[in-house]
């Protein structure tokens, strides 16, 4: 009996694998026609005169709202010219750099008084601050059960995919979900920022335990710590952290929490919030969105390059085989085929990303105590190279500057983060910007559903009767 019982579940194992098989098989078939049908030549592009990427030929970005939450500024229009200048970013109005100098200089913690700051639109008092760090405290714990039923039960080697579906998930313990009355969205949103950083870190645990094979350590949330303090105390086995790396963190947070309503991530948000959806849809789409390698991933792909880099230069001060090896990169010979030198240039910022000339400077103080300067050093070689290389291998002349992930990354590695957590880290700080583009979007008086138009060019055909397809 036993016996055709093990039979009888080979069997069906191997049938479920032929049919999985010839699946497969028939759909790269058909993928075929796909293409032939799905192939559109440029030339619409220009004959419609369709924005690819919603940027204008001139570079510029398609104007398609207006916001009063973050401004990004890298250059200035003069007679139809781009002129470049040097970059600013301002929250509400207030420089970055002015907000970074305020909280540093009193050696205080940024992320909670700059996230009151995106939220609620004005800078907080010492009581207001208080009672709002309080807030997000409190509300950092997770529903009863929410990580062993929705993170520990059903873990992703990546955590960016946990993180979406945490956020979905957490609509089902929400019980007003569709309320979307104006202090109902301020709540949900307080409580998704307050949680985000407690979800990575629990997705994390999950992640080095069921696919890395390491024993699982799961810390509860501190309510006395800052957010950075929290994270770091979260992710590590021993809860160890110091005071400079604590304060680092909490500056990368602050720098890469908002980033006006263009880039991908915070217009992906306002599109799902336009039509009316819960809060909770629209921040999923915005985390799938930061996901990917073209936003939110970039600053692992730096890391990934320098490796490269690192293990191809014999020497990091000669600016001569840097040269050289850069020039691969650029010529498809080396990297990843890309051609790009990731962590230079910007779709906005020209002669400076403020973001990164911030943490350059901060960076710089952590590499000499960290006994990482010669790479720091690397860093900033590549950095004063590049836009001379594109000029003369490439023939592209223009201004170009280091961004934030040119410097970001190394920031991680110095405190021992692991690339995995990268990305994460960003939607950790970003959680801000999309929560406060949601909110204006959803009341905004003159705000419709996001609809911009495509161009069908699908040439026109007949039906063709099943029995006379061949």
């Known amino acids: 009996m036993g016996t055709n019982i093990y039979q009888t579940l080979v069997e069906a194992q191997r049938t479920a694998m032929e049919q999985h098989k010839a699946s497969v098989n028939f759909i790269k078939d058909i993928c075929g026609e796909f293409e032939e049908h799905t192939q559109i030549s440029p030339r619409y592009y220009e004959k419609y005169d369709v924005k690819r990427g919603l940027r204008n030929h001139d570079g510029t970005g398609v104007m398609a709202g207006v916001t009063l939450i973050g401004n990004v500024k890298g250059y200035i229009m003069e007679d139809g010219e781009r002129t470049p200048v040097p970059g600013r970013l301002l929250y509400r109005g207030i420089n970055v750099e002015e907000l970074v100098d305020g909280f540093t200089r009193e050696e205080r913690f940024g992320f909670e008084e700059t996230a009151y700051l995106l939220m609620f639109g004005g800078l907080p008092t010492n009581a207001e601050l208080a ?21 520990l039960s059903a873990p992703s080697a990546d955590i960016m995919n946990k993180l979406a579906r945490s956020v979905l998930a957490l609509y089902s313990y929400d019980p007003d979900p569709d309320n979307n009355t104006l202090p109902m969205e301020m709540l949900q949103a307080l409580k998704l920022v307050a949680r985000f950083p407690v979800i990575v870190a629990h997705a994390y645990a999950a992640k080095k335990h069921y696919f890395d094979r390491e024993s699982l350590y799961l810390h509860r949330p501190q309510p006395e710590l800052s957010v950075a303090e929290n994270f770091l105390y979260s992710v590590r086995h021993d809860n160890q952290y110091t005071q400079e790396e604590a304060r680092l963190l909490d500056l990368c947070l ?21 039509s009316g959806t819960d809060i909770y849809s629209a921040i999923a789409a915005a985390v799938g969105s930061l996901k990917g390698p073209k936003h939110g991933g970039a600053n692992m792909r730096v890391m990934k390059m320098f490796d490269e880099i690192e293990a191809n230069v014999k020497d990091w001060r000669d600016e001569d085989e840097i040269s050289a090896y850069l020039t691969r990169i650029l010529n498809k010979e080396a990297g990843d085929g890309s051609g790009l030198i990731y962590g230079m240039g ?18 710089k103080d952590m590499a000499k105590r960290k006994g990482m300067l010669e790479e720091f050093e690397l860093f900033e070689t590549v950095e004063k190279l590049t836009p001379d290389l594109f000029h003369s291998v490439i023939g592209i002349d223009k201004a170009m500057c280091a961004n934030v992930d040119m410097y970001s990354g190394l920031v991680y590695k110095m405190m021992g983060i692991p690339p995995e957590l990268y990305t994460p880290l960003f939607a950790i700080a970003r959680i801000v910007g999309w929560c406060a583009h949601r909110v204006e979007e959803v009341y905004n008086p003159y705000g419709r559903i996001i609809r911009p138009a495509y161009k069908a060019v699908a040439p026109k055909r007949s039906f063709v009767p099943l029995a006379e397809r061949g």
Not at 347 to 356: E, G, H, Q
């Open 131 to 151: 009672q709002f760090r309080d807030i997000l405290a409190y509300y950092r714990e997770l529903p009863p059960k929410f990580t062993e039923d929705m993170i």
């Open 254 to 274: 602050v720098l890469h929490m908002e980033h006006g309503g263009g880039n991908n991530s915070a217009f992906a948000c306002r599109v799902l919030s336009s």
């Open 346 to 363: 910007h779709a906005v910022y020209t002669m400076s990303d403020p973001r990164a000339v911030i943490l350059k400077r901060f960076a």
